[in-house]
């Protein structure tokens, strides 16, 4: 065996996606929002300081490479565990490592995927272990951490929020990939159509991971065995292997019938908007997908207009997850023509978002004392409670419920 026979066997044993992992920043593409020349990350790396973190984003944004590209920025022994199979006895055997590197001067990296799996009491053992310096933590997640990690944690992480990546990146990502295929496997000529790039830019909706596993598969789906001297990946292979059709229905398709779809129903055009859920539903598009859009609309644009269009769209939801394609569709359609054809109001969306403002925009104030808490020991000793009339003792009396620096503010116009 020569040595090109030798790489072409342990490539064999690697899936492409890990082949071209990143290995460095430069080289680490589309989450420009993260890493780019004067981005926070950017110059704490620079400034040489090692710090935990959780990486939020949906999956093949790169979660995990930017976790090993930090770790190598800092010449930092890397430990990597999943949360859906590991447990504190592994986090212990982490800590002893950590502890051993240390004694030599290095620094640990212990990386938690899908850190959202552990239980409380399993986040709770790595407090004490970031906390003295043991190990610094990056956690990955493709939930919201504010609702799956506890407090303390959150308190000793900063959380990062990653994108899917954006077209462009993932279009560069696919072209590397066959690039690195013919380069690689020359003996196997194989002709790679435009066409079929732009099909697996389209479906990959953003996942790296899922685009390079699908340059792979469809590269050596056209080889076959050999035997066609015209061998090539076109975009019918892409769909064929995919079993989805890119010509009707694309990542962007999806985009644009969602928008259509709600567009249409706030414009209280019930034709339109039957004519996108039907697109949407002939596609495959995920019922649910649509349904939780339903409801946006529901909240957004009805509003306490008519209340009932909310517990509709809602119900909706549940006949969704209840019965499933094909029954679905009809409470889809009829939930879809009373959000279309009823009142609209956007106070609600409007009065949130003029409060959400105006608290990012520094006027975050505590309630007055009268409203605070009372129930527990010591409170009215510091005043808490004092003065509060229970309004359904008295109706008619008229107190102060906004904080003293906004009493004449209105949200609801």
């Not at 799956?148 to 308190?155: E, F, K, R, T």
């Not at 808490?373 to 102060?400: I, L, M, R, T």
Request: glycine content about 6%; some cysteine; charged content about 25%.
């Amino acid at each position: 065996m020569n040595l090109f026979d030798s790489l072409e066997e342990n490539n064999k044993q690697t899936p492409l996606a890990a082949l071209l992992r990143p290995k460095n920043l430069d080289e680490f593409l589309g989450q420009t929002n993260v890493i780019n020349e004067n981005s926070p990350i950017n110059n704490l790396l620079k400034a040489k300081r090692l710090f935990s973190l959780i990486l939020w984003g949906p999956p093949g944004c790169g979660k995990t490479t930017l976790a090993r590209l930090i770790a190598n920025y800092h010449n930092a022994n890397f430990l990597e565990l999943s949360a859906v199979t590991s447990g504190v006895k592994d986090v212990k055997d982490a800590v002893l490592n950590a502890k051993e590197n240390l004694r030599n001067g290095v620094k640990t990296i212990l990386f938690i995927d899908e850190i959202h799996r552990y239980s409380k009491t399993q986040q709770d053992a790595l407090l004490p272990h970031i906390e003295n310096g043991t190990f610094h933590m990056i956690g990955s997640t493709t939930e919201n951490p504010s609702f799956q990690v506890v407090p303390a944690l959150l308190s000793r992480a900063q959380v990062i929020m990653l994108n899917r990546i954006d077209e462009n990146s993932i279009q560069k990502i696919v072209e590397k990939g066959f690039n690195y295929l013919k380069e690689n496997y020359a003996k196997m000529p194989v002709e790679v159509e435009e066409e079929a790039i732009n099909a697996i830019v389209n479906l990959s909706a953003g996942d790296a991971r899922y685009a390079l596993n699908t340059v792979e598969n469809s590269f050596f789906a056209a080889y076959g065995d050999g035997k066609n001297p015209n061998a090539k990946v076109d975009k019918k292979i892409v769909e064929d292997l995919l079993q989805k059709n890119t010509a009707r229905y694309d990542r962007q398709g999806h985009y644009d019938c969602l928008s259509a779809y709600q567009k249409s129903m706030r414009g209280s055009d019930p034709d339109a908007a039957i004519y996108y859920l039907a697109k949407m539903l002939a596609n495959g598009e995920d019922p649910r997908v649509i349904a939780r859009r339903l409801i946006v609309c529901a909240s957004e644009d009805v509003g306490n207009a008519d209340f009932r269009a909310f517990l509709i769209a809602e119900a909706a939801l549940k006949a969704v997850e209840t019965l499933g394609m094909p029954e679905c569709r009809i409470a889809l359609a009829q939930a879809t023509e009373f959000v279309a054809r009823t009142k609209k109001s956007n106070r609600a969306i409007m009065a949130i978002d003029e409060a959400m403002a105006d608290i990012q925009s520094g006027l975050d104030f505590p309630p007055p004392m009268h409203l605070r808490d009372a129930h527990y020991k010591d409170a009215k000793k510091y005043g808490f409670g004092e003065g509060y009339v229970y309004s359904h003792n008295n109706p008619e009396y008229k107190q102060q419920f906004m904080p003293d620096e906004l009493k004449d503010k209105k949200y609801f116009h």
